[in-house]
């Protein structure tokens, strides 16, 4: 399953402007009103970005910066920087100066696009105002399908930044989730809760719906994310996307009725089955879950149409060649926990990576490109998920994973959140222990273990924290726990 030689993100993400130009193709979410623009507003606005890039002067290829706010001005200057032949580079505006500093030091751009208040790099660069992508109206340019056109930043397993390269066959490689996992039709209205300059977010809550002619609904910068339900009822949304975060926020509170939900989307990070089961009740819907990762986006997922059995994540998504590999990179048989790697003909898989000193790379084991997680694949072809091989605990001699920890205790009276690590108490002395928030107490969890989990996997300590530490998108930062937890050991 691969592209024509001849592919462009823009002309494929924005073909429904010249079929049906008048339709709404983005909705900004505010307390009050929405912002709302056309397919064919949205086209012209590109144009202009891209005449308006152009008319800096810079040469084709010449890598530009985003440091945007959560506004239409972002997904415009992206579509924008590609038509005109630049490579985009996206960045979360959470970032601090020193972050963001870092990433400069992987891929320098040739030119920032800035809003107001965002912090820069450090250094002496050249920063526009959202108001260069006002210019007059430019032709989209031509690609081939495995043309460089944008990038994306990973922390990796290191904690040292990452540039993920990506053509533009990616967003052609897309399509294969919109019925391996979307279940997205034209008639739709999808809410995705995320940052826009979040990968999730440009692709699942914009790119993806754009490209098959449905309507993508965001909420404004600073919305409330426990008001979201509000929202997808207030705007009729029929898909509503985000990390588990976002669910344990809508389920603390009285949900309104959605009438028009057809089923909502999680990613980021596992999704604990009772927050699944919490939600069908809740909602009369399903949540359906996706694995994925900034190198491929998603490839394993459960969908309206094959739902995930119970304890799995779902299936490979069609059109998509996966193995499960031992620790030599032979492939193991069902039923055996082994590594998750993506063939290296996918068209979505990244064309490369940069670190640090810009050598660009793609790590491959024989034909197969590893992504870190640890998974089972059943007979039947669905997969259980047991968490990333670089998060492995080892406690006792043992190396455990800690989502088969944390799953053990989904759905305990009195506990909102947990995440289990290790934790040395004494020099020579490293210990499994459970971090959590709410009002349970060390004995409840410890008695909760007991029938449960094997003796080796019983967390030794019990960590109570106000709340575990998350990023701008709600996902878990396993290094700020453990910093966050250094007082309490």
């Not at 994925?292 to 994540?313: K, V, Y």
């Not at 080892?394 to 799953?407: H, L, Q, S, V």
């Amino acid at each position: 399953m691969q592209p024509p030689a001849n592919f462009n993100i823009v002309d494929h993400v924005l073909a429904h402007a010249q079929a049906d130009p008048d339709k709404i193709a983005l909705a900004v979410l505010g307390p009050a009103r929405a912002e709302r623009w056309s397919y064919g507003r949205l086209a012209e606005a590109v144009a202009r970005a891209a005449g308006g890039l152009q008319s800096t002067g810079l040469p084709p290829g010449s890598h530009i910066m985003l440091r945007l706010t959560n506004s239409a001005t972002f997904p415009v200057a992206f579509l924008g920087a590609i038509s005109a032949g630049y490579v985009p580079l996206v960045t979360s505006a959470a970032l601090t100066a020193p972050e963001v500093t870092k990433l400069t030091q992987v891929v320098a751009p040739d030119a920032i696009i800035a809003d107001q208040g965002i912090a820069l790099p450090n250094g002496d660069w050249t920063v526009y105002g959202p108001d260069i992508l006002h210019g007059a109206l430019a032709p989209n340019g031509t690609s081939h399908a495995d043309n460089l056109a944008y990038i994306v930043f990973t922390s990796g397993t290191s904690g040292r930044p990452k540039a993920v390269r990506h053509a533009h066959r990616a967003i052609w490689a897309r399509q294969m989730m919109v019925e391996g996992w979307y279940g997205l039709t034209q008639s739709d209205r999808v809410l995705h809760a995320g940052a826009l300059n979040w990968t999730y977010t440009l692709g699942t809550g914009l790119l993806d719906p754009w490209a098959i002619g449905a309507t993508a609904l965001v909420p404004a910068d600073g919305t409330d994310p426990a008001t979201l339900g509000l929202l997808a009822k207030r705007h009729d949304a029929t898909i509503l996307a985000g990390s588990p975060g976002l669910f344990r926020k809508l389920l603390a509170r009285d949900l309104p009725p959605l009438p028009k939900l057809r089923h909502a989307l999680s990613a980021g990070e596992a999704l604990p089955p009772s927050m699944r089961t919490r939600w069908q009740a809740a909602t009369g819907t399903d949540i359906h879950e996706a694995l994925g990762m900034s190198e491929c986006s998603t490839f394993l997922s459960g969908s309206p149409a094959r739902p995930a059995p119970d304890g799995c994540i779902g299936y490979a998504q069609q059109g998509r060649s996966l193995a499960v590999l031992d620790d030599t990179g032979a492939p193991v048989p069902d039923g055996t926990t082994g590594h998750l790697a993506i063939h290296h003909s996918d068209p979505g898989l990244t064309s490369g990576i940069s670190g640090l000193g810009g050598a660009v790379s793609l790590p491959l084991t024989g034909d197969w490109f590893v992504t870190g997680d640890l998974v089972t694949r059943r007979p039947d072809g669905a997969y259980t998920y047991h968490g990333r091989a670089d998060d492995m605990l080892t406690a006792g001699g043992f190396r455990i994973a800690p989502a088969e920890i944390e799953a053990a205790f989904d759905g305990v009276s009195g506990l909102t959140e947990c995440a289990a690590l290790t934790i040395q108490p004494n020099a020579e002395t490293n210990i499994l222990a459970l971090a959590y928030s709410g009002t349970a107490s060390e004995d409840d969890l410890a008695r909760h273990a007991e029938p449960i989990l094997a003796k080796h996997k019983r967390p030794r300590a019990f960590l109570r924290l106000d709340a575990l530490p998350r990023g701008g998108n709600g996902k878990l930062n396993r290094r700020a726990l453990a910093a966050a937890v250094k007082d309490l050991t």
